[in-house]
């Protein structure tokens, strides 16, 4: 099994203004409080699970006004030094694009911007595996945006379809496990979608559709381990066939706005090459 060649550095956010403040997918109720001590506290042992995986976590700065600005998968595509912003779908969430520059920028990032009027949500929508960047649309990010992403990045990218608006970012269905392995979600996905990953993915662990609502597949991977929102029995068991070692990590607050613990990521160690 070849690990991974990308997932030891991530880029994340406290969650000191999150909440759950406007509705731009079916998870999220104005009307459900979040319980911000609670969000900190759940946030805080992610990092420390991820650490403890091995990784490291280099810290953004929270900012009020952009409650989802903690979920940093979103930020947009890294590729070795260059950084391909996001272009939010939702104007709710378009004003974090100028501090994640402001991050990118101030870190020595080159920055490399979309056209405008093309949507793509970054890797929330976007992953690498094997030889290709493999990226979801429809609901977030435009079929039209993954040509200029390519060119863009240099990669090949293999466009999937999503087709369950409560999967609407491809990492609620898809997650990277090693050079063949994934954990697959394909009740989010069309049927050529399916037939692409079919074809991509040598060994994917299939989740049902329980498993893909509870977001099995927003998992962080780093090395051989494993750090997952939830993991029914079942699921466990494969991958610890498979030599990976399984965490958990209680994210509820978060499950509120429709995130868990991938989404709060944002890897920062790709090479699309
Ligand atoms: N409330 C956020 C949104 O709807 C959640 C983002 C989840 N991020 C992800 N990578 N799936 O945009």
Not at 176 to 184: F, G, K, Q, S, T
Not at 235 to 264: H, I, P, Y
Request: aromatic content about 10%; hydrophobic content about 40%; glycine content about 8%.
């Amino acid at each position: 099994m070849t690990q991974l060649s990308w997932g030891r550095r991530y880029l994340m956010c406290p969650p000191e203004h999150f909440g759950v403040l406007y509705e731009i997918n079916p998870w999220m109720h104005k009307e459900v409080a979040v319980d911000r001590d609670r969000a900190l506290s759940q946030w805080e042992s992610l990092v420390a699970a991820l650490r403890a995986a091995g990784a490291d976590v280099e810290l953004q700065e929270p900012h009020p006004d952009v409650p989802d600005l903690v979920f940093t998968a979103n930020a947009g595509i890294v590729n070795d030094r260059q950084f391909v912003p996001s272009r939010f779908k939702h104007p709710e969430r378009q004003g974090e694009t100028p501090f994640d520059i402001e991050w990118f920028e101030a870190h020595g990032y080159e920055v490399d911007e979309l056209p405008l009027g093309v949507s793509h949500e970054g890797a929330g929508d976007a992953l690498p595996f094997g030889s290709v960047l493999v990226s979801g649309y429809r609901f977030r990010s435009d079929a039209a945006s993954h040509a200029y992403l390519s060119k863009i990045t240099g990669a090949a990218v293999r466009s999937v379809e999503l087709v369950d608006e409560r999967l609407y970012h491809l990492d609620l269905t898809f997650c990277p496990l090693d050079e063949r392995r994934a954990i697959i979600a394909p009740m989010g996905w069309d049927a050529y979608g399916r037939k692409v990953m079919e074809a991509l993915v040598a060994e994917p662990l299939v989740l049902d559709d329980d498993e893909a609502l509870a977001f099995c597949a927003n998992s962080v991977v780093v090395g051989t381990n494993i750090v997952m929102p939830s993991c029914p029995r079942r699921v466990g068991r494969q991958l610890e066939a498979w030599g990976f070692s399984v965490a958990t990590c209680d994210v509820s607050e978060f499950l509120k706005a429709g995130g868990g613990c991938r989404c709060l990521t944002l890897a920062l160690d790709v090479s699309l090459g």
